[in-house]
Structures are given as structure tokens and as C-alpha cells.
């Protein structure tokens, strides 16, 4: 099974920071991942996919890159509604596998 | 518009059995695969099963195969879940995905999920 980690596992950032997320895959995945936020209480909302594809209706201020076994998610410009917790996925082959998430947090 | 809905969960002892469903509307449901994540409480996102667009390909996590059975009637756009021989650590919310056309993919709409407590 492929292996995701993501770090950090807990963030703290403010209005209008960038943050960055980072996730490595255990093996080489060429650029089958994902990227999800999770509010509580709430269903995961899809943000990118193919590493670097923005969702439709996803704003700009998210962007993903990377290939092969290391990938990132950026947030240009936190906004209020951003505070989340992000999970990266791989999709490369089964099982599929999601990484331990990511939260961020005032 | 796309939604999903899930249905089904609730309280069952150890052992027990449980169907969870999940009603499709607002896109053409027989060309996507379709998937089941579950979250225990507090925790991150387990991928458990996904079914083929025409229900003939199935895939399922080491932690679930052999007890839950995915499948999908396309004729009413819901795809079930079957749960046998439920055990305290498949608590949890059972979300359904939708994927692609691919026999592989990303989530790219989630239901609200139905909560399952396996306790006696």
C-alpha cells in the first residue's frame, strides 16, 4: 500500500498568510492526488485534484503542485473560511490511501 | 446540480448487519465510479470500497473485505453499502463519493455522511 504523510500536522497562521502543506507519497504516484477541506462537523470538499487541477468553484487563492512523491498545497491569502483541516489523497492505485491531515488553526 | 445522499446508519450491536444507501441525482450515475470513505470521529478519512460505473469491478480496503459488499442499481441512481459482521471499530461516518469515469479516482463530490455506531 502507498504510504501518505503529510506535514505539518497542525498549523497556526492568521488572515492573509500563505501557508503551505506538504504530502509525500511512499512511492511514485506521477500526479494522481488530491487535495480536500474539512470543516467540523462537515463533509470533506474536494480542492484539487491531478495535483494541480482546481476544482470548479474552488478560489484561486488554491493551488497544488508536485509529481511523483512529493506534492504541496498553497493558500496564497488564508481567508477566514479556510480554517479547515486538509487532507491530501493518492489515487494511483488501490487501496487508495489519504494522508493523516493537516490542520489549520488561528 | 450534483448530490448525494446517504442513508441508513444507526446503532447495531457487535456482529450485526447494516445497508447504507446513497441517492444520486444531478449527473448521469451508471458512467461514474463511485466510492465509500468513512472518518471515525476526531480521526482522518479511511478510503473502504468503490464500484465501477456499471457495477462490475469492485475494490475494497484489507479492513472491510469479506464483510461489506458494495453495489449499485443504476436504474434508481443508489449505491448501497452492506455491512456484515459489524464490530466496535467500524464506528464511524460513511461518506459517499462521487469519482470519475476512470477506474480510479479523486472525490469530486461527497455526501453528508450517515453516522454508524456498533456498540453493545
Known amino acids: 500500500d502507498i504510504q501518505m504523510t503529510q506535514s505539518p500536522s497542525s498549523l497556526s497562521a492568521s488572515v492573509g498568510n500563505r501557508v503551505t502543506i506538504t504530502c509525500r507519497a511512499s512511492?511514485?504516484?506521477?500526479?494522481?492526488l488530491a487535495w480536500y477541506q474539512q470543516k467540523p462537523e462537515k463533509a470533506p470538499k474536494s480542492l484539487i485534484y491531478?495535483?494541480?487541477s482546481l476544482q470548479s468553484g474552488v478560489p484561486s487563492r488554491f493551488s497544488g503542485s508536485g509529481s511523483g512523491t512529493d506534492f504541496t498545497l498553497t493558500i496564497s491569502s488564508l481567508q477566514p473560511e479556510d480554517f479547515a483541516t486538509y487532507y491530501c489523497?493518492?489515487?494511483?492505485?488501490?487501496?487508495?490511501?489519504f494522508g493523516g491531515g493537516t490542520k489549520v488553526e488561528i | 446540480e450534483v448530490q448525494l445522499v446517504e442513508s441508513g446508519g444507526g446503532l447495531v450491536q457487535p456482529g450485526g448487519s447494516l445497508r447504507l444507501s446513497c441517492a444520486a441525482s444531478?449527473?448521469?450515475?451508471?458512467?461514474?465510479?463511485m466510492t465509500w470513505v468513512r472518518q471515525v470521529p476526531g480521526k482522518g478519512l479511511e478510503w473502504i470500497s468503490s464500484?465501477?460505473?456499471?457495477?462490475?469491478?469492485?475494490y475494497y480496503a484489507d479492513s472491510v473485505k469479506g464483510r461489506f459488499t458494495v453495489s449499485r442499481d443504476n436504474s434508481k441512481n443508489t449505491l448501497y453499502l452492506q455491512m456484515n459482521s459489524l464490530r466496535a471499530e467500524d464506528t464511524a461516518m460513511y461518506y459517499c463519493?462521487?469519482?470519475?469515469?476512470?477506474?480510479?479516482?479523486?472525490?469530486?463530490?461527497w455526501g453528508q455522511g450517515t453516522l454508524v455506531s456498533v456498540s453493545s
Open positions: 489523497q493518492q489515487y494511483n492505485s488501490y487501496p487508495v490511501t
Open positions: 464500484i465501477s460505473g456499471g457495477g462490475d469491478t469492485t
Open positions: 444531478g449527473f448521469s450515475f451508471s458512467s461514474w465510479v
Open positions: 491531478a495535483a494541480s
Open positions: 512511492q511514485g504516484i506521477s500526479t494522481w
Open positions: 463519493g462521487k469519482g470519475s469515469s476512470y477506474s480510479i479516482s479523486w472525490q469530486s463530490h
